[in-house]
Structure formats: C-alpha cells, structure tokens
C-alpha cells in the first residue's frame, strides 16, 4: 500500500493551493489530511469518508480548505484558499483499510506574509 502527495510549495497569503494523495495497493475507506507546523505537533485538517462525507475539520480552516476524492477512493485532493501564514507545515494524507492505518511522506507547504 502506498499513499504520494504531492502540490505543496511556497506562496504568499491570500494564495491558493491543491494537493493531491493518491493511494495504491488496497481500497480505502475513510482518508484525512493532517499537518504538522514547525516545532508543533501533527494535527487533523479533517476526514472525508468513502461516501464523500467531510469529518472533523479544523475549525481554523472551516470556509478555506476543503476536502474531496475520486470516485474510486484511491485519490484525495485538500483545496486550500486564502492561505494564511500560520497554515505552513508539513501536510500528510491518511488512509484505512480493514484496520490499517496509512501514511504518505508527506509535503510542505509554506505560506509567507
């Protein structure tokens, strides 16, 4: 099983950015997308099933960020408007199946003032 993101990069607030997790090797049920700022711990962006359904968004990205996959389960995109600086980090896609618990390598994103 195998999760690649991939679309980070550096932009000045007020931005927009897409990344995208395609996953490979099983069928996944529900997949997220958390971060990781410097010197901070991992937190959750938020959850979208595999009906299409969003989870537990961060409330300080509620209205900015929003979450969405293929229909064949296996690709997640994170749409990010307005990027703040405080939204730069590390982003990782998740996945599940079966009760295995997936991670990708991640990928930065930074946001300068």
């Known amino acids: 099983v195998r999760l690649v993101e991939s679309g980070g990069g550096s932009v000045q607030a007020g931005s927009s950015l897409r990344l995208s997790c395609v996953g490979s090797g099983s069928t996944f049920g529900l997949m997220g997308w958390h971060r990781q700022a410097p010197g901070k711990r991992l937190e959750l962006v938020g959850f979208i099933t595999s009906t299409g359904d969003l989870l537990e968004m961060l409330d300080s990205v509620k209205g900015r960020f929003t979450i969405s996959r293929d229909d064949a389960g296996s690709t997640m995109w994170l749409q990010m408007n307005d990027l703040k600086p405080e939204d730069t980090g590390v982003y990782y896609c998740?996945?599940?199946?079966?009760?295995?618990?997936?991670w990708g390598q991640g990928t930065q994103v930074t946001v300068s003032s």
């Open positions: 998740n996945a599940r199946d079966f009760g295995n618990n997936y």
